[in-house]
């Protein structure tokens, strides 16, 4: 799926390729690592960068200063940058380009096995080296490549630059030197000594369970709710207890020699919304963009074929005792699976995903399984009988016996209800999980919604200049806090003017103002799994379509925001009807929510409507192809003839989940560029306190002092005759017809005057025997 989907277009993240750009491999611009093994010596013909062949003779000499213009970071883990190939790559590209280079391969299940480059080869010159000893792995959708034995890694580019190298000048291998280290600047080699200072403190501030005494160890175990694992467990897997935080600390040895490269500290609090749950808060060492660490794959031997993948340490530690089977966690939960990780799971025939026990977790399981390929993977659905594996061992489950009877992750064509019998259950006794993430800053909107779900397609319309960006960014950022991975393509503003609403709405203050909190806010604002395309203005809907699957194989975006559908049409065929090619794009949109499993956020200009007349569905632009295909249809409402607080509000007009709509309204701050939902007044007959009373008896005796003679007589007249069969209320307090809520509060005061007292209440009697 991912290979005749992904890299179709030529853009990328951050990153966008001339439409003109060459072709062929052989006319691609040369690397600057391919300038880096020039420099060292390396003789090689410079074909496809013409500015540089009449400097090649100073270029072997080494006297010629290389331009920054040919420079490219070789950044291992760029936050919000995708380098794509000046050509889409497919898995026969590669394939051919290795046969051509008579590099022998197999294929994996996502990528390409070899015998690595950068490893003198062992045994007698010219034998083939076995499939058991290949180290190199290719991806089959990105092209990049990966060492195990020595980790130099980069793109199918740099693989190829090493290629050439070693075919011109008939080495065997390549020093790996070159690759390791390679354009990281003298502030990032700081850094990186700084964090790995930091790393070594942790650890030797650590204690090992076995040095602390058993009352504290129990207690330890009892906080983390991990009674039953036991300290051989624990020291099997290195696992330490900080006690200045009161963290346990999880190791990540990695490399050619298992040093420490970074720690996890793991630190747990009493649940607020779950009581007797904990809740657990994670710190990594380094940040978490920098933190690859599949904890317990140091412990997994090269003969083992199987392997459960999880969600956290603890888990690893209880499917390890509780299952015996081999185990690792995903450094960042369920909520990602990077692709660099993927060569580190190539070696086993199954993998069983056990990634919690919650729906969320078997969503991210279905995910996952798609990138490890389906025929492998085995799928632990969850359940009261099978909750995440350190709760599951708690309570005494087998654990063997669950992994052993999870489901395959293939699926047939046709299926019957037997096949979707559990799923239609798991959907009945999880509605609150079935129905998504919620919202933290509309509580307005999850009641009509119900929450944020994958795979459907939410159309948001308004009117120009009423906050659409504004408000939806908002709604995204929500979601991004809470931990949906979030692709924004803002074709109207650029990303710099995006982020800094973003960040202004995620600090709830103006910045401007507080520079010198700028730092910090932007610290942690970094921190989100947050992603930019760097398209603006019109853009062809394929090159926008290959982009959004490139980021969902590389970030596991969840969640994307189109801004807007009108610029996705500035490239298409002019000579075909507009509406004929908005219905095919909405239509892309809906089959890429539905297949990728991703909530698709689609904003659509309405048509020019009177400035007295509310939007509606009708509204949108185009055909009714838009609110069709929707599964949720949002109109952000605007007075534009009316100033005051609460010109504003959203309109729910379609909810494919559960079928609730409804309108509620919005107030606009303009310091934090937020919308939140005003309080409603409740006029409700409630119970009021003495204070209360006296004040709605002074108010209603000051209103009657304030009615001149004149109105009095006429109030007492005609009107009153009239209304006396139709309200016997009105007809004794004409004030309170007048009045409704103090009538309401006058009569709830009424309900405590006491019998002798009826006659100094005046008219509070009637009120009593009426309400």
Known sequence: ???????????????????????????????????????????????????????????????????????????????????????????????QYLRSKEVPFHDGYSCLHAPSLFVEPSGEPGAVPTKDTYSLFIDKTTGQFLCKDTLAEGSWEDLQDCLEVMQKEGQAFLSSHVLLGYGVTPEEQEERARELAEVHRFWSSSVPFSELADEEAQLVKSMFQITKITNATLKKFGVRFFKPTRSLVFPWFGGPSSALKGVKLLSAQTSATDPGGVEYTETTVPRSSSYHNLFGLPLVGRPDAEVVLTGSELDVLAVSQGAGLPAVALPRGNSRLPPSLLPYLEQFKRVTLWLGGDMRAWEASRIFSRKLGLRRCSLVRPGEDQPRPAQALALGKNLARVVKGAIPAVHKSIVSFRQLRDDVYGELANTEQVAGVKWSRFPELNRILKGHRKGELTVFTGPTGSGKTTFISEVALDLCMQG??????????????????????????????????????????????????????????????????????????????????????????????????????????????????????????????????????????????????????????EKKLVTCPGRRSLQVSKNRFDGDVGIFPLDFLKASLTFSTPVKAKHKLRKVSKEEEEAAAVAAAGREEAVPPAKKAKAKAKPLKENAAKDPIAAKDPIAAKDPIAAVTAAAASQRVEPDQSQAAGRRPALKRDG
């Open 484 to 637: 949906v991975n979030t692709l924004w393509g803002s074709f109207e503003i650029n990303n710099v003017r995006l982020a800094k609403i973003m960040l202004t709405q995620f600090s709830m203050q103006r910045l401007e103002d507080n520079l010198e909190r700028y730092d910090y806010w932007a610290d942690q604002f970094e921190e989100l799994p947050l992603y930019f395309m760097t398209f603006h203005g019109q853009q062809n809907i394929k090159t926008v379509l290959d982009t959004m699957q490139h980021a969902i194989y590389l970030y596991d975006i969840n969640h994307v925001v189109i801004d807007n559908l009108q610029f996705m049409m500035g490239q298409e065929n002019l000579s075909v009807d507009k509406f004929a090619v908005q219905d095919h794009i909405v239509g892309a949109f809906r089959k890429f929510a539905t297949n990728s499993c991703c909530h698709v956020t689609l904003i659509i200009h309405p048509r020019k409507e009177e400035d007295d007349r509310e939007l509606q569905t009708a509204s949108i632009f185009g055909s009714a192809k838009a609110s069709q295909e929707a599964d949720n249809v949002l109109i952000l409402q």
């Open 1 to 95: 799926m991912w290979r005749s989907l992904v890299l179709r277009g030529t853009a990328c993240l951050l990153h966008v390729v001339p439409r003109g750009s060459q072709r062929l491999v052989q006319q691609r611009h040369q690397s600057s690592l391919c300038l880096r093994f020039l420099l060292h010596g390396h003789a090689r013909r410079l074909t496809a960068a013409p500015c540089l062949q009449h400097q090649r003779t100073d270029l072997l000499r080494g006297t010629y200063h290389l331009p920054h213009t040919v420079s490219r970071s070789l950044k291992s883990d760029a936050k919000s940058t995708v380098d794509f190939p000046v050509s889409p790559i497919t898995v026969a590209d590669i394939k």
